[in-house]
């Protein structure tokens, strides 16, 4: 097959950009510190993820912090793609409602959240992501230690959910321990897993390829099938979508499909996460 130069010249920036941004990774250094008597820190990218993913470890008796990293404001007068679907007029304006319902799906669990500075990708634009220093350094001064660190899989591409994941390989490399957790709704783009849910296997649907597409690059995952699950019992599932309808403005835009994803309790009562470990 002939490579077009235009192919060429992609594939050559996708290496240049992954050896730089292994470069950076090698010569960061954390200012946050491992102390195992320190709550336990849930890092949600958006103001939703942690809900959607965790609740589980939300409603449990462990100490746990939940820090939104994307949760700045944009400027007022503007208006992103995913707000525009959602139905906003202005992205500012429907940022501080998420915020809003952030905190009233979090008091549910009996958490408050803290809200980082940082612009989700949708109101970044052309501007440069956060480096690994800037989100380590906020961090910082809002949780200095912590027991372990909970991040995105990045199932499902977002950047920002990569993002959160970068941030937690180079936490584990560190000496933090670290836990993935899978992200809805994009996870389940196919379904779960037949080994999440207990259903049939089905030869004609292989949701572990889909995954592996995106956790393949992650060589401190022990092995897709390692993971943790866990299933809410009814009473669990039932507070869970109860705090997942607290984000009026995006509920319905991710509830889609003949089946209302979110709400199907065989969707949302299933929580999967894995326990990162270094290679020897």
Known sequence: MIRSPLDIARTTYRRSRALLEAHRERRFRTRLRFDPQAPELLLSPHWDDAVLDCWGLLTSERRVTVVNLFAGVPPRGRLAPWDAITGAT??????????AEDARALAGAGRTPVNLPFLDAQYRGAAPDPTLEEIDRALFAAAPSASRVHVTAGVGGHLDHLLARRYGRVLLRAGLPVTLYADLPYCVLHGWPHWVDGTEPDPHRNVDAFWLEFLKVVPELP????AHVERLDDRAAAAKLAAMRCYETQFPGLDYGAGRLLSDPEIHRFEVCWELGLRR
Not at 90 to 99: L, Y
Not at 223 to 226: D, Q
């Open 90 to 99: 202005d992205s500012a304006m429907r940022a501080r409602e998420r915020i």
């Open 223 to 226: 092995g897709l099938r390692s």
